[in-house]
């Protein structure tokens, strides 16, 4: 990451100009209810179901092929995936603050996250007490494979359920997505540079891991 | 097969209980999540089913429910400190609020909103429409779109969507 610092500092830039100067003015919401909601939370939100679907098939692999390097990918993903899931909830709750008038209700969609959130802290907390051994590992795989399970639950909530959180914008069941074209570039944009950070965390991870 | 089973009764291992386990706690999960489906997972009702219930005598007064629908255009009035509003759907139901408290920022004509309360079996006569069904609501959540878009639904636009679903006279 430190390597990379020139990187980050131009997307940095980047960023906040498309989010302050260039992304549209959308009257129902305001600057600050915008960027928590649409170039932070659902960033966080889809990376933490790319990374635990992923780190499941990492588990997969490794419980089919005993290779140790597959549970090592598969925690540092999960480990992302646990910050991004946190990351989600805590931005969600600002911005219902700011647009619900709640920090918090349980309705399906916020209950589903947060079951997912435990379950990826479960996993940790699974692989901490038991140490870096096969029995640990297999245990997280399948703990993992369960969060991953999960995924697609915290998806469809919003089609299922009736709930305050609102419907899908992007992955609607029918339709186009329902979002100014502008800002859908601005979003893909944020979510790339949440892909890369966690590129650089699971890289960083496994070196670490190697070096030890 | 019958080795196998020999193999798993002979050895209990912490693996195999801890997958039991495991197994158990996700299940668990899912049960907690799908038998939730007929109340707690329904966050809100529409104003259309809560009139519905009410006019087949089904609604069940002093039960905490939560209804959730837009905000009538032309229909927030306050009268010492207590809000009224309409709560409207697309099927035009209608269900008035009565709210005394602080509303949230983002609280508007055609905005989207849930509010959380009773239809109290004693109503205050003091009120205007004492003899209406009433909803008294000590929580109001703003309900927000998944829309994201420049254009905004203007007050005329929300009238023609909205506007014919209330009954004249009923609100001033």
New interface residues.
């Given amino acids: 990451m430190r390597k990379n610092f020139p990187l980050w500092l131009a997307l940095m830039i980047f960023v906040n100009f498309a989010i302050f100067y260039w992304s ?6 305001g600057m600050g209810k ?1 960027v928590f909601m ?1 170039y932070l939370h659902v960033p966080f939100a889809w990376n933490s179901f790319l990374t635990t679907v992923f780190a499941a098939l990492t588990s997969c692999l490794y419980l089919w092929k005993k290779e140790s390097e597959w549970e090592r990918i598969s925690r540092s993903l999960i480990e992302v995936g646990t910050v991004s899931a946190f990351l989600t909830l805590m931005t969600g709750s600002i911005w219902g603050k ?5 920090w918090w ?4 969609r916020l ?2 996250m947060l ?1 997912l959130f435990l379950i990826l802290c479960a996993y940790l907390i699974v692989r901490d007490v038991y140490g870096n051994n096969p ?1 640990g590992q ?2 997280g795989s ?2 993992s494979i ?1 969060a991953a ?2 995924v697609p ?1 915290v998806h469809l909530s919003v089609n ?5 959180h ?4 992007i992955f ?1 069941q029918e339709g186009p997505p ?3 074209g502008d ?1 859908f570039m601005i979003l893909l944009a944020c979510f790339g540079i949440v892909i890369y950070w966690s590129f650089c965390c699971i890289k960083s991870r496994l070196l670490k891991v190697e070096n030890e | 097969m019958l080795s196998f089973l020999e193999k798993a009764r002979k050895k209990p291992t912490t693996m195999n209980r801890t997958m039991i386990s495991l197994i158990m706690a996700f299940l668990a999960i899912l049960w907690l999540v799908f038998s939730g489906i007929q109340d707690a997972s329904l966050f809100f009702y529409f104003p259309t089913e809560v009139e519905q219930s009410i006019t087949s005598d089904e609604m069940e007064q002093d039960a905490r429910i939560r209804i959730g629908g837009f905000v009538q255009p032309d229909s927030i009035s306050v009268e010492d400190e207590i809000i009224f509003f309409v709560l409207t759907d697309d099927e035009r139901g209608v269900v008035r609020v009565r709210y005394e408290g602080i509303l949230p920022d983002m609280f508007a004509e055609g905005q989207g909103a849930v509010a959380e309360g009773i239809f109290p079996s004693e109503v205050d006569s003091g009120h205007f429409f004492a003899d209406e069904w009433i909803f008294y609501a000590d929580d109001i959540f703003v309900k927000h779109g998944e829309e994201y878009s420049k254009e905004h639904l203007d007050k005329t636009e929300m009238k023609k969507r909205f506007g014919s679903g209330i009954p004249s006279g009923t609100l001033e």
């Fill in positions: 549209p003015p959308d009257l129902a919401q915008r649409l700011m647009t619900w008038g709640t209700v349980w309705d399906a209950t589903t079951i029995e297999r245990v399948i703990i369960i399970l999960n639950l299922y359920w009736r709930t305050l609102q419907g899908s914008t609607r329902k979002i100014d800002m």
